[in-house]
């Protein structure tokens, strides 16, 4: 079992560079995964203007993911915000080595990412808008 972490391919670096400044005003996701093979962070799928709920959908079952999100939150007096999180998704029945590779590289990715907002899911169902906008309050 290695416990070297995953590199993160520079096909990320440059995505998480031109995610971070988009101009978008709806919400929008990178969706990352590790090749196992490379031991590489790799780009997924990137979604834009996609509710959570879509987004929810779009995620393996059984395979840890790193989601990177711009959501559009509208607060109560009427401002609207685009927080940036790092939803760390580890499904319960992924498999251990998969995990622990996940969990391994997961700071390297949040720092290359430089974000703060870091929410970890383990259930898909739990990954709702209530769940999202109670974590960002």
Same mark, same amino acid.
Request: hydrophobic share 40%; glycine share 2%.
């Given at each position: 079992m290695a416990d070297k972490l995953c590199d993160i391919s520079p096909e990320v670096r440059e995505e998480l560079k031109k995610f971070r400044f988009r101009k978008s005003t709806n919400n929008s996701a990178l969706v990352?995964?590790?090749?196992?093979?490379?031991?590489? /962070? /790799?780009l997924d799928e990137f979604f834009d203007d996609v509710s /959570?709920?879509?987004?929810?959908?779009?995620l393996p079952g059984h395979q840890p993911r790193y989601v990177i999100l711009s959501y559009r939150m509208q607060h109560d007096?009427?401002?609207?915000?685009?927080?940036?999180?790092?939803?760390?998704?580890t499904p319960r029945d992924s498999q251990m080595e998969l995990q622990m590779?996940?969990?391994?590289?997961?700071?390297?990715?949040?720092r290359e990412a430089e974000l703060t907002r870091v929410y970890e899911v383990r259930e898909l169902d739990d990954f709702t808008e209530e769940w999202l906008r109670e974590k960002l309050k």
């Open positions: 990352l995964k590790i090749d196992r093979e490379k031991q590489l /962070v /790799v /959570v709920e879509e987004l929810q959908e779009q007096d009427q401002r609207v915000s685009y927080p940036m999180c790092f939803i760390f998704y590779m996940y969990a391994g590289t997961k700071m390297a990715l949040q």
